[in-house]
């Protein structure tokens, strides 16, 4: 498996870039690699396969040499996570990049016990490291972004704006419609499409009724086992990927 790294650069056959700063610093110095050898550049229209042409104290030069295969699902999923307490939203944000979430936001819930509002722009910094480093551990052509709704009403916002063509809520109260069954419902895996998660709580009755009264939105089950706010959304995820068949087939 080549290594990976991240360019905000469009590529071109036969073009040249430089990788500096932290990740220059690991490939030079931790990494130490040499000219001749081989990674993959992850650029803006999709990963290339390149060579390492040059060696400094600080970065290195890459040539792009051809486009590299894509690692990217199919299936757009956005996971809306209820922010969770401890280290638990570090969790959701690597598993479920390594996964295949498209995108996630991190919804200020009405059972969320940590209230980010003064230190959201902090924890997005430190969750979108976490998502870079489990991008390029498990050979993601990007970097899924983070978003962070203070509220329902913002929630609402954000998915509208994006274009969410489903939205399931992962609801404990739920019995009959599952997740599978739910899917078969807009069966296009080019839809964008919402998962969403409770905190540790689950949803506030008020949250209840304004999802289930949304446009596009089904209320779903994974079945008789309660989940984890942690485990819920990886699950699902993987559910939804492999419905779609992004998950080996």
Same mark, same amino acid.
């Given at each position: 498996?080549l290594?990976?790294?991240?360019?905000?650069?469009?590529?071109a %056959?036969g073009?040249?870039?430089?990788?500096?700063?932290e990740d220059?610093?690991?490939?030079?110095?931790?990494?130490?690699v040499? =000219?001749?050898e081989? %990674?993959?550049?992850?650029?803006?229209?999709g990963p290339?396969?390149?060579q390492i042409t040059?060696?400094?104290?600080?970065?290195?030069q890459l040539? %792009?040499?051809?486009?590299?295969?894509?690692?990217?699902?199919?299936?757009?999923v956005?996971?809306?996570?209820?922010?969770?307490?401890?280290?638990?939203?570090?969790?959701?944000? !690597?598993k479920?990049?390594?996964i295949?979430?498209?995108?996630?936001?991190?919804?200020?819930? !009405?059972r $969320?016990v940590?209230r980010?509002?003064a230190?959201?722009d902090?924890?997005?910094?430190r969750?979108?490291k976490?998502a870079?480093?489990?991008a390029m551990?498990?050979q993601?052509?990007?970097? =899924?972004?983070?978003?962070?709704?203070?509220?329902?009403?913002?929630?609402?916002?954000?998915?509208?704006?994006?274009?969410? +063509?489903q939205?399931l809520?992962?609801?404990?109260?739920?019995?009959?419609?599952?997740?599978?069954?739910?899917?078969?419902?807009?069966?296009?895996?080019t839809?964008?499409?919402? %998962?969403l998660i409770?905190? +540790?709580?689950?949803w $506030? +009755?008020?949250?209840?009724?304004?999802?289930?009264?949304l +446009?596009?939105?089904?209320?779903?089950?994974?079945? =008789?086992?309660?989940l984890?706010t942690?485990?819920?959304?990886a699950?699902a995820?993987?559910?939804?990927l492999?419905?779609?068949?992004?998950?080996?087939?």
């Amino acid at each position: 498996m080549l290594p990976r790294v991240f360019i905000t650069a469009t590529g071109a %056959l036969g073009a040249t870039c430089r990788v500096e700063g932290e990740d220059g610093h690991h490939y030079a110095r931790v990494l130490r690699v040499k =000219p001749g050898e081989q %990674l993959v550049a992850a650029m803006r229209d999709g990963p290339w396969l390149a060579q390492i042409t040059e060696v400094s104290a600080n970065g290195v030069q890459l040539r %792009l040499e051809a486009p590299y295969r894509s690692a990217e699902p199919t299936a757009s999923v956005t996971l809306v996570q209820g922010v969770a307490k401890g280290d638990k939203m570090e969790t959701v944000i !690597q598993k479920c990049t390594e996964i295949g979430a498209a995108s996630f936001i991190a919804y200020q819930a !009405q059972r $969320s016990v940590v209230r980010l509002q003064a230190k959201a722009d902090s924890k997005l910094l430190r969750w979108h490291k976490v998502a870079r480093e489990a991008a390029m551990q498990s050979q993601r052509d990007r970097v =899924p972004e983070i978003s962070y709704a203070q509220n329902l009403v913002e929630l609402c916002r954000m998915l509208k704006q994006d274009d969410v +063509e489903q939205i399931l809520v992962l609801d404990e109260a739920e019995e009959a419609t599952g997740l599978v069954s739910a899917l078969t419902r807009v069966n296009s895996a080019t839809a964008k499409r919402a %998962l969403l998660i409770g905190p +540790e709580g689950g949803w $506030s +009755e008020a949250e209840r009724d304004v999802l289930r009264r949304l +446009e596009r939105t089904t209320l779903i089950t994974l079945g =008789p086992r309660i989940l984890r706010t942690e485990t819920a959304g990886a699950a699902a995820l993987a559910v939804t990927l492999a419905h779609f068949g992004d998950m080996g087939g």
